[in-house]
């Protein structure tokens, strides 16, 4: 399980953010307190090399979601493992992170545009070589988020075909991992039902939005909406990163295709992000080989302060790390005007111990190209935010 | 806890069925993906010979629903266990069984339009003859189904006293229970408050309904209403079930009478199903003597398939299981036109283990003597069910 | 966990009443049964001195709220115990005391009016003198309670600041704690919004209500509404109770000030409770030292009833124990007529064992001064209520 838990402050935003942010009634954002996840779960095995899992997020007790479920088989030829349930798509490292061990608060822009919440329903195997350099994942998913109410409605098949192959072609072995190259590469194909008209129960997926890597209410300030006519769509997504000793950077590029046949001409969406992190007091970033994704950070000497029996007082101080990302999106192209940011973020993370840590963010987002709401085709805003965390 | 992950098809309805399935707005039935049922739970024993049992049901994070929530008793003289709390009205053996062993993925239409979802907050105690021949549970009930919101508001007494009787007169201990009969009869006698005018906190439970043996939306395809006037419902039921080995026959009965005074004539539904079924993998489906109800199933081998030491494959097949049932119930009498329906269902269970199967099932459903729903009194329906499940 | 089930029996009102139970359509207050508390949870420690705990109440599976959850330090300098997340305003001693050892099925008039559902989202610290004679709590909190939706969205900082000392300046150790005095104080200053019109998003927290020490619907018989104007408001309380034996007498008053500047003249509201309750059965009720809250009782011999071995039969008869309040609240000052509410309740406690009890509750109100809901200012009500808990 794990307790994260929010504060964000959205002081200083220009007018088009307020019409962004509500569009029916202009409102700046407001600052809030949040229980922004609060997970338990079960998982374990079943006879022979069957295996489950059952995650719940109740950080909203009104609007409860179930995270990963699912069921399957490990050690199977060919396949390796092979998951059928909720589970995350394969696409941007960054959704692929936990979100106990990602260094900013919220995920990039483009990560969450092409990939929104990333875990569906689908059956997908998981593959590592042997001498664990390489890892893939592939398989079948339905495209709507059914985490919030557990159903798929409708006879429309939309669904998508992913795969993601990542590698660390260099890895250090002799410093236990402190220095490393991942290069990733993923492609998500989609179908959805592109109707233009839509029913109650089945609605069209090919929609891209997102907040501004931070935690606004429900309305997203960038919004293609759904786009009519959409008969396909692809994402293709590159995944670099580079971690010498304390230091890591890391980017990643997606670009997304929607084909919308006689119903208008073809679009275009791409976005990206970088980020650099050092760790002040030493520390380094793992990575786990056999999935691809950054692993659990374990301070050199954990944070605490205690009264000791000789009356005096001990303590340690932690592990420090300092982080800058910069990241761009694009949602506008032809008639489809979503908008464009670009953000740039500052980041530090004090983490207690290897289950506990607390973040802090400021970010400067600016919003350009968005279809005129209320007179406005872009803003800018100021946005600090910070997290307490333990997962346990 | 279990997790069931159902693909529903409807491919196949005649007109009626589309009013059937949205009166307001004719509409096929959908295709569908759903968690079926998410369930955690605790249980365990308090001081001297107290027990609980807290089990929820999360498979629509929207609207969770708890099942079992008692407290109670065990080795009480006369009442020998006592329960306080929601928990399994005792009428229907299909009901009593577990989602986790019954044969087929939904039960019989008319179990569950006369004891629909079982489950009712009430006082009832269990008991058992020393040698085990004999069991029987009887108690007190209100009539309405609380699990979605954990409360009954009403100053009327919508109560009902139920009992069921059940054995094994013939029980082939040298097989360890691999030839058996058995034997059982229930009786509800219910008093709604039979309002013709309903208030908003206590709705008439005097109603029943059912899907056609599958998951559709939450209007019922056959459906009483609540009927005005209805003071006090009884129904009796009786079951058979003969295992010799591999195969097994099922069957049960239950008829429904609905007493109304001066607001109408006296009412009669009834229904019935028969099923058989076989291992052709030489298991057999075990009862548990103690509550009256089927076990779980230990297949011979089961179903892996793994890389050996010398790269080699190794594998087993786990159980196969072959079913047909025919299922008939008829809520249609008087001025009361909820209709009948016949169904026939071809099932197909593969046993992975003891703890994990898929299931699958086709059913033809035959609707008649509806109240007329634009202009349909009938209607045809071809359904293809299949289930993933495990349970821990 | 626990498991909390209620029956409320509501059968003689007068009319003003059903005015205050439902003022939009005059009603009766109706009986019901209720499951009021299902609560599961986990808590345990993290490396070094951290601490979590995150518990659910599922009572409601429709409207499921959470309880305790904070990450925490303990052994701190100076702090002591430090906890940041959702936990209880230390304000009356009977809100701090667990549903789970209270004497009465609901909490005095006075203590939910003024601290209602105790729960907000806060930093505190928790200390204790060294010979365990005095403790405190203090700490920020947010005045929102956000059990149900887990964020606050607002840019006001309707913040409060709490603070309570508490202790027990006789305490017999020869004994082991049958004979005590626990004397404490506590105060709340808050700064609501005040705002006048109230957005959407963030309400005024000067508001005052409660139920009538038992179960009703969500509408409040006492209620202030939100004061427009209230700039600040002051709750002070203090504490009193004295063990002696099996004999304990408890009484609490608390005072409230608004502070409304220009909109209008300042308000204050006040209330009180005092009970009697004895165990007929000779044992004692326990405090905490640590916490100044009651303990776990523990009866001398649990409940039980068996057969035994020879044929015969063996109990015990558990714990039993009788109790009186009267409880006063007055929410009717200047413009803001609240009402006014008498409270006499006689109790009875049958402890089946530590974890498992029955309660009984007999209640008299008399409402008085309330702002006149159709045409009632005033009204009684005899109320009968029992519950069945256990916890473990």
Known sequence: GRIHLDGWNFSDSTPGIAAFNNPADPADPENRFEFRRLRIGVSGDIKDNMLYKFEYDFGNPGDPAFKDVYIGWKDLPVFQTLLIGNQKRPLGMDHLNSSRYNTFLERPLVIEAFNE????????????????????????????????????VGDAGQMSVNGRLAGTPWYDETSGGRGYLHLGI??????????????????????????????TGSVRWLNTGRIAGADWFNTLGFEFMLNIGSFSVVSEYQVTNVGRGNDGPDLTFDGAYVQAAYFLTGEYQPINRRTGTIARVKPLENFFLVNTCDDGKAGGWGAWQIAARYSYLNLTDADITGGDERNFTFGMVWWWNSHARLQFNYIHAQIDDRGPIDGFTGGRSNIFGARFMVDF
Do not use: C, K, Q
Request: hydrophobic fraction near 30%; glycine fraction near 8%; aromatic fraction near 12%.
């Open 117 to 152: 919440d990333a875990r569906r329903l689908g059956i997908a195997a998981y593959g590592v070589s042997e001498d664990e350099t390489w890892n893939w994942r592939y398989g079948i998913y339905n495209l709507e988020n059914i985490a919030s109410d557990g159903t798929y």
């Open 186 to 215: 993923a492609d998500m194909w989609a179908h959805p039902d592109g109707d233009v008209v839509e029913p109650s129960s089945d609605n069209n997926e090919a929609r891209f939005r997102t907040r501004p890597e931070a935690r």
